[in-house]
């Protein structure tokens, strides 16, 4: 299948890109993990750039603010979408497709982004119930989610996934435990995914990683960092609007750390 004629964006395109006003505009994202951190501040980017956002997440009560704030801002109206994908079953993920054909009849993209960190801890003594989270979460929900969600969007015209990894999904770390490998696995599922499709469908898989960002998560990984120190969502904005806009046709199967050298 042929993509756009032009060069596909190179990594330093996508991290230092510039968002034309509206060039959202006709797109519908989900964005899971909306309520705090990156995820929220993708969701009020992805509307602010003129896509409808539907917000997933675990805890209402933020996905409601956020949704206060994105009708505030005079954007498309969201959906909320309250999901804990530690828990759910792939019978209510296909639920929430059928639900999404019914109430709003198409999907452009899907940010993979909520996570667990887990604990910090050697492998030898990682708790076992901790390490099945984390997998479920970070990797097993995410495979799930994006099985139940793909009739909708290989019916979109450049459909985009976009999951979530780390620098230490990239490079496995000691004591970063089930999040490394659950990143690990994301990576692969995207490479895997990207070698499936590519050559029947417009859609595209691509991974991102944020690099070192001033989050509640962040904070939990490393208590003793100055926060300060840190690029804030809203700074490292470009390469997730870039990488759901029509002008990353072509990027496929990409790992895009977005501050390379962190
Ligand atoms: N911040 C960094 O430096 C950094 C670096 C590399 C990669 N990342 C990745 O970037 C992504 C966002 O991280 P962040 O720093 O923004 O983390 P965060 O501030 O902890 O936010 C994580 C989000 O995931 C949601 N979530 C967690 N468990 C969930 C579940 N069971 N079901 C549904 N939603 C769930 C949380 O919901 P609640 O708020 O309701 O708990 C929250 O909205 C993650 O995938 C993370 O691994 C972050």
Known sequence: MSDNVNQPLNHDDIRTFEPQDNCLDGKTI??????????????????????????????????EAVYDEIESLGAKQPAMLPMDLEKATYAEMQQLEGLIVKEIGQLDGVLHNAGL????????????????KVMKVNFTA???????????????ANGSIV?????????????????????????????????????TTRLRFNCINPGGTRT?????????????????????????VCLMSDDSIGVRGQVIALQPKD
Request: charged share 15%; proline share 5%.
């Open 163 to 199: 999951f979530t990894s780390s620098t230490v999904g990239t490079h496995p770390r000691a004591f970063w435990g089930a999040y490394a490998l659950s990143k690990q696995a994301v990576e692969g599922m995207s490479d895997i995914f990207t070698q499936e499709t590519q050559n």
């Open 30 to 63: 989900l964005v899971t993990g909306a309520g705090d951190g990156i995820g929220r501040i993708a969701a009020l980017t992805y509307a602010r750039y003129g896509a409808t956002v539907l917000l997933l997440g675990r805890t209402t009560s933020k996905l």
């Open 142 to 156: 995410t495979f799930m989610l994006t099985q139940a969600l793909l009739p909708l969007l290989k019916d979109a």
């Open 117 to 132: 960190l887990g604990e910090l801890t050697p492998l030898e003594m990682y708790d076992v119930d901790t390490f099945e």
């Open 216 to 240: 509640n998560m962040r904070a939990h990984a490393f208590p003793g960092e100055n926060p300060m120190s840190l690029k804030t969502p809203e700074d490292i904005m470009a390469g997730y």
